[in-house]
């Protein structure tokens, strides 16, 4: 990655009990996660990067230096915005206000995003009129993303934007953020808690703890490494890129071809065809056989090659990381049936998957 597309971001600062130590380079555009248990440092790394916390080091983004060994732009003159859990919108003023009030400091030529966009993109057009008192957490926090927007940001810093709000607002906010996700070209670094968050949204991810980066990388390759936090977790899996194809209206299912293979999903009224979508398969939803088996109820069975066996954390259990065409998955199986299949690296195998949901 050169220095003018992408984030450079090399950071250095402690407290009396904690240190942050990261070097880091992150894609210039698309969601980059930064994920980890609580005090692993994902917000004092916002922080550094939007200057509100003194750290040594260095921070480039997108060709443009906001921080070396000789110089540090103060907060109010990096080109950033700062989205939080709690919103802190101005009380006094309604919707509409509020969103002027940043984008109207814009010089009219440096404005990137336009007023009628950001209410569009955020699904903002019958609040305008409304005063913040009369308007629901995940609406706040929609005018709070669309006035982030409107200061036309060059990087988008978000720390657990729906942390606070119940799981329907949750759901109910999400679709506006795939949204931003495809149209945007910002960079945005998204601090979360929550794997289905990050596995909906992002990109790329970073997973710290302890101040440290301890994995990092593409959300497909790196969800998929066996010897990943991720991978420790109860709900490890891959995230499948794919395509809606065919539709079988008769048994209500769709059809969502990848690199690779096929997979059937339940037919929705929104899985209409040639719809990119994001598929989420569960390291424990996959078993593994020695031959297709079509005489069983799973749909979906695919040939896939074992690529590595690795002990799991948890006792009797082994992770298996395969690929289908150039897709991986990860399969967890008991270590008996894992010993009984002799699974070893390329040998050619079949995945049977009971489930399949649809993140995005
Ligand atoms: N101003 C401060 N003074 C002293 N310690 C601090 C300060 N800010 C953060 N810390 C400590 O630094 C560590 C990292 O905190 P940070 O908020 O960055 O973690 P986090 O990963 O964002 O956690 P969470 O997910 O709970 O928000 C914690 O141990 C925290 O107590």
């Known amino acids: 990655m050169t220095q003018s597309n992408g984030i450079l971001a090399r950071f250095r600062c402690g407290f009396e009990s904690f240190q942050l130590d990261v070097d880091l380079q992150l894609p210039g555009q698309g969601i980059t996660a930064l994920f980890g248990h609580s005090g692993g440092g994902k917000t004092t790394l916002l922080r550094c990067m939007a200057g ?9 983004v997108n060709g443009d230096c906001w921080q070396d ?58 609040l305008l009129n409304r005063m913040p008192e009369k308007l629901s957490g995940g609406e706040r926090q929609r005018v709070a993303i669309a006035r982030a927007l409107l200061t036309s940001p060059r990087l988008l810093l978000m720390d657990e934007p729906l942390s606070a ?49 301890i994995a990092e990388g593409p959300l497909q390759e790196t969800l998929a490494r ?3 936090p ?12 794919a395509v809606i194809g065919e539709r079988d209206t008769r048994w209500h299912l769709c059809r969502a ?11 929705e009224p929104q899985l209409e065809s040639g719809r990119p979508v994001r598929l989420q398969v569960l390291a424990r939803d996959i078993s593994i056989a020695l031959a297709p088996n079509h005489e069983q109820s ?12 690795a002990t799991d954390q948890s006792p009797g259990t082994t992770l298996v990381r395969l690929q289908s065409g150039d897709t991986p998955f ?19 195998v079949w995945l049977q998957i009971k489930t399949v949901a649809i993140v995005d």
Do not use: C
Not at 52 to 60: I, N, R, V
Not at 108 to 116: E, L, S
């Open 230 to 241: 991720f991978a420790l977790e109860e709900d490890a899996g891959v995230i499948v890129n």
């Open 69 to 126: 060994d000789h110089h540090r732009l103060p907060v109010h003159q990096r080109p950033l915005a700062y989205v939080f859990q709690e919103t802190s919108l101005f009380p006094h003023l309604s919707v509409q206000r509020n969103l002027t009030y940043g984008y109207q400091r814009i010089p009219a030529d440096q404005r990137q995003i336009d007023f009628g966009q950001a209410v569009d993109w955020l699904g903002l057009s019958n």
């Open 298 to 309: 799973i749909q979906n069975l695919l040939p896939a090659r074992v690529e590595q066996v």
């Open 226 to 228: 066996t010897d990943q």
């Open 330 to 348: 990860l399969a967890r199986l008991t270590s008996r049936a894992a010993h009984q299949l002799q699974l070893v690296p390329d040998m050619d």
């Open 257 to 267: 071809d990848f690199e690779g293979g096929s997979l059937w999903v339940r037919e």
């Open 52 to 60: 509100l916390q003194k750290a040594e080091g260095y921070l480039s």
């Open 165 to 213: 709000l119940d799981r329907k607002s949750k759901q109910d906010i999400l679709p506006y953020l795939e949204t931003l996700h495809q149209t945007l070209d910002i960079p945005m670094v998204y601090v979360s808690h929550a794997a289905p968050e990050v596995a909906r949204l992002a990109d790329h991810v970073v997973m710290m703890d302890n101040g440290r980066v």
